[in-house]
């Protein structure tokens, strides 16, 4: 894709999040830094806990309290946004920067039609009256593929299916037309023959919106589908970032290699997935050095005290010694480990 | 829809008949009514004769028939004590009551939902934590010392306001009202105060819990994310979402208030249903006593019923069918 040469979208720097805690502050994104480029789809994925849904939520200036953004700048169109007074932010949520969550069951008000939830969205921040706004609502339900738009604007959320409230959720998502749509597992929590159904859709209104999207998943299948570059985070940093046939076909960490290598694909014969071996450290355990390495089957002794920031590897860049003209540094041998 | 409102009704009658039953007991299971009518040197022929014109030797469900037939058209009889018919009786107190009570649920509405509202919008803010803390002591009041409270301050120290009685009433057709003398309001200040500061502290800490848990849904969420202002959030989605609970709790207090308003009827001298109540107690005045019995189960059944049909009006989703089964489980 061409996108790459555009002037960035949305910029994030070195973003961080923290939460205060009793035993201390955890840092749940560290220092986490990419680009989105207009029109262009980034798919963000990991493991629980990894910080993705984090670092969307930071995005859109939503993170729950006690959480909050402890460095670093997010810009959108070269605005800093990540600095913005509450009713500034309001603003620019839902006219700039649309987002999905992840369950459409619990997303809409239950208390009021779905026809009345877009106007009032729409209203908030397009000068449209009333029946241009219902005219305008109408359009998108049309636009998201919901059958019989005209009788079902009126509808309440309970009358409809789960894929139809998530398309619903991309309708109120897309009101104002924003240039970025955050969608934070927008399909997890749908049945899988629907997931492909919302996964298509939204591709397709981005297209034709021209609206960039950064897809917050941890079902590397909807990435390798949907997305024109890949972001892999692994303990609130990010792994590995580059094109998405690049980071399926050649991944560059080696957390990515195990995640591909965990991934059934049709047509290959598989007798054995591979897994990762252990589990994502807790933000409390993070251990020196490559936050893999206890997991890691390549590591050298440079992986336990240095942490590789992202490098170039490729037409990707991750964060790896391997990929570092001084390597992984000498072989851990077992009497390093057990001390 | 129209089902369920049938299936409610014919269980109001239910419960009516069952309360019914245990006013009608009174009568016949709380001494004897002859002794109660007739004097000590009333020979025992004329005890005879008038048990069985009253139709005291007719079986027990045939009396019961004719006590229901009686009540339902509001005749109770006469009170034992003072020889009045007790319908008027009640009818002349019912308006004391109902609009000292009514005072009372919209003090509590109009103070105890904002603030609910507020502490649960703002839970750590210093104002909030002040109000927690006051409302615990409404709750923990008892009204009858908080009413001397009131009374000692307002009336007895600054003057201000009645400490007893309605004031100036104003008689509309057989309905006496307060609202529309400046005596009748003031009188009405110091008992609604009385009569709603804990039902005003419960309303307040359930609608902050109530506003506390919504706030965390998803769906708040998302209205922030689709950048809707605080005000629609706060007040177009949150709030209305706390309303089934309130809505039901308000009714049940509604109940509460006019039943309970014996004690603070006392405290102020109110002439209402309260009063007369406990007088009737204190004569063992039967009829009154079954009659109130009645009265505040009529009123009870209707307030919930009442109730039943504004969960409609609120949610969506109880319109659909099967819906009536959920509000069941309310």
């Not at chain 2, 009374?151 to 057709?173: C, D, E, K, N, Y």
């Amino acid at each position: 894709m061409a996108v790459s040469n555009n002037p960035p979208l949305l910029e994030v720097k070195n973003l961080r999040v923290e939460f205060p805690t009793r035993r201390g502050t955890l840092l749940a994104v560290d220092d986490v830094s990419f680009d989105i480029a207009p029109g262009e789809v980034l798919g963000v994925v990991g493991e629980s806990g990894a910080g993705k849904s984090l670092t969307g939520n930071a995005i859109i200036g939503l993170l729950e309290p006690p959480g909050r953004i402890a460095g670093g700048e997010v810009k959108l169109e070269g605005r800093r946004i990540d600095n913005l007074p509450y009713e500034e932010m309001r603003k620019v949520r839902g006219a700039k920067i649309g987002a999905i969550f992840q369950d459409p069951l619990t997303s809409l008000n239950p208390l009021y039609s779905i026809g009345r939830q877009l106007v009032e969205t729409i209203q908030t921040h397009l000068p449209l009256s009333a029946s241009q706004a219902r005219k305008r609502a109408l359009d998108l339900l049309k636009e998201v593929g919901i059958p019989g738009a005209e009788n079902r604007i009126d509808h309440y959320p309970h009358q409809f299916s789960g894929g139809m409230r998530q398309r619903v959720v991309i309708a109120l998502a897309l009101c104002a037309d924003p240039r970025l749509i955050v969608a934070d597992e927008p399909t997890t929590a749908l049945d899988v023959s629907i997931q492909a159904q919302i996964i298509a859709l939204l591709k397709r209104l981005c297209r034709e919106h021209h609206t960039a999207v950064m897809l917050v998943t941890h079902d590397m299948g909807v990435i390798a589908e949907t997305a024109d570059r890949v972001a892999v985070m692994y303990a609130g940093r990010i792994a590995e970032i580059g094109p998405v046939r690049d980071v399926v076909k050649q991944a560059k960490h080696p957390y990515t290699k195990g995640l591909m290598g965990s991934i059934p694909s049709l047509g290959v014969r598989h007798d054995k997935l591979t897994q990762i071996d252990g589990a994502m450290p807790r933000l409390t355990e993070i251990p020196p050095g490559c936050a893999f390495n206890p997991r890691c089957t390549v590591r050298g002794q440079r992986c336990m005290v240095e942490r590789p920031n992202l490098m170039s590897a490729g037409a990707s860049r991750a964060a790896c010694w391997l990929h570092d003209r001084g390597g992984v540094g000498a072989p851990v041998t077992k009497e390093l480990v057990d001390a | 829809m129209i089902a369920f409102i049938l299936r409610r009704l014919l269980q109001s009658i239910a419960v009516l008949l069952a309360v019914g039953l245990v006013a009608f007991s009174l009568f016949r299971y709380v001494g004897d009514p002859i002794n109660a009518m007739v004097g000590q040197d009333t020979s025992m022929e004329d005890r005879a004769l008038l048990r069985e014109r009253l139709g005291l030797n007719d079986s027990p469900p045939l009396q019961f028939l004719r006590f229901v037939s009686n009540a339902a058209r509001g005749n109770f009889g006469l009170s034992y004590r003072t020889s009045e018919p007790v319908g008027r009786m009640i009818f002349e107190r019912v308006p004391a009551t109902l609009e000292l009570a009514f005072c009372a649920a919209i003090f509590v509405l109009f103070v105890g939902v904002p603030m609910g509202v507020y502490t649960g919008l703002y839970p750590k803010h210093w104002s909030s934590r002040l109000l927690q803390t006051v409302s615990l002591l409404g709750v923990s009041l008892p009204p009858f010392l908080l009413g001397i409270l009131l009374i000692l301050v307002f009336a007895v120290m600054l003057h201000w306001l009645p400490s007893f009685g309605r004031g100036q009433t104003v008689q509309i057709g057989w309905w006496t009202t307060n609202f529309l003398t400046i005596s009748g309001l003031k009188a009405l200040i110091l008992p609604s105060i009385t009569l709603g500061l804990f039902q005003l502290t419960l309303i307040m800490r359930l609608v902050r819990s109530e506003m506390l848990e919504v706030m965390r849904t998803d769906y708040i969420k998302f209205g922030r994310a689709r950048g809707l202002s605080n005000r629609a959030i706060n007040f177009g989605h949150a709030l209305k979402n706390t309303l089934v609970p309130v809505i039901t709790v308000m009714g049940l207090q509604l109940g509460t208030l006019i039943a309970f308003a014996i004690v603070t009827e006392t405290v102020f001298a109110w002439p209402g249903v309260g009063q007369l109540f406990l007088q009737s107690v204190q004569f063992s005045d039967i009829p009154v006593m079954a009659a109130y019995l009645l009265l505040i189960a009529l009123l009870f059944v209707v307030i919930n019923l009442v109730v039943d049909l504004l969960y409609f009006v609120v949610d969506p989703r109880l319109r659909s069918q099967g819906g009536a089964a959920k509000v069941a489980g309310h």
